[in-house]
T-cell receptor, first 117, second 107 residues
Framework: KAGVTQTPRYLIKTRGQQVTLSCSPI?????VSWYQQTPGQGLQFLFE???????NKGNFPGRFSGRQFSNSRSEMNVSTLELGDSALYLC????????????????FGPGTRLLVL | DAKTTQPTSMDCAEGRAANLPCNHS???????VYWYRQIHSQGPQYIIH???NNETNEMASLIITEDRKSSTLILPHATLRDTAVYYC????????FGGGTRLMVKP
């Protein structure tokens, strides 16, 4: 079974631009979560989607948004990019959302590395 | 979400068992303990998870104390490819990553 795929893998943008990142979950997985990883803040939760609905949201400004489609694929968007948005953006999928167990185990993709100049 | 405490770094000789400890004293009854690892610049890799009982899979073993306030991840025969940052997480509604343990496996 193919793993989580993320596109693009690398991206360079300039301040003020916007960016859209894509995530395709493992086949059959319906829950998708997004994380941001920076050297200073580590791995931080952005948001989680299940059945096209946002279930949880981390402590990020409104410039960060996401959505999920009926086929469970997800996109996240960052508008008005800032230098501090340079990071590795990770997507993880699971069969279902929840607090633990086999169905809720999250599997990560390789990430999209975003550089904002 | 319950907070976890892990040593910042550990060394292990190749071929020996690597025992990575984690404290999670505020864990509640229905919260699972998850372990992930991250090799430089790659996405975190799921290793194992457990609730109360000890667990074993092809990658590792997870030992959870009876009071569930701490756990140990055991890599039975560490190889150089096991060099990574290992994260112990008590899962609430989302995965909350701490600093993890940087494991260096040395020849």
């Amino acid at each position: 079974k193919a793993g989580v795929t993320q596109t693009p893998r690398y991206l360079i943008k300039t301040r003020g631009q916007q960016v859209t990142l894509s995530c395709s979950p493992i086949s059959g997985h319906r829950s998708v979560s997004w994380y941001q990883q920076t050297p200073g803040q580590g791995l931080q939760f952005l948001f989680e989607y299940f059945s096209e609905t946002q279930r949880n949201k981390g402590n990020f400004p409104g410039r960060f948004s996401g959505r999920q489609f009926s086929n469970s694929r997800s996109e996240m968007n960052v508008s008005t990019l800032e230098l501090g948005d340079s990071a590795l953006y990770l997507c993880a999928s699971s069969l279902a959302p929840g607090q633990g167990g086999w169905q809720e185990t999250q599997y990560f993709g390789p990430g999209t590395r975003l550089l904002v100049l | 979400d319950a907070k976890t405490t892990q040593p910042t770094s550990m060394d292990c000789a190749e071929g020996r068992a690597a025992n990575l400890p984690c404290n999670h004293s505020t864990i509640s009854g229905n919260e699972y303990v998850y372990w992930y690892r991250q090799i430089h610049s790659q996405g975190p890799q799921y290793i194992i998870h457990g609730l109360k009982n000890n667990e074993t899979n092809e990658m590792a073993s997870l030992i959870i104390t009876e009071d569930r306030k701490s756990s140990t991840l055991i890599l039975p025969h560490a190889t150089l490819r096991d060099t990574a940052v290992y994260y112990c997480i008590v899962k609430g509604n989302m995965l909350t990553f701490g600093g993890g343990t940087r494991l260096m496996v040395k020849p």
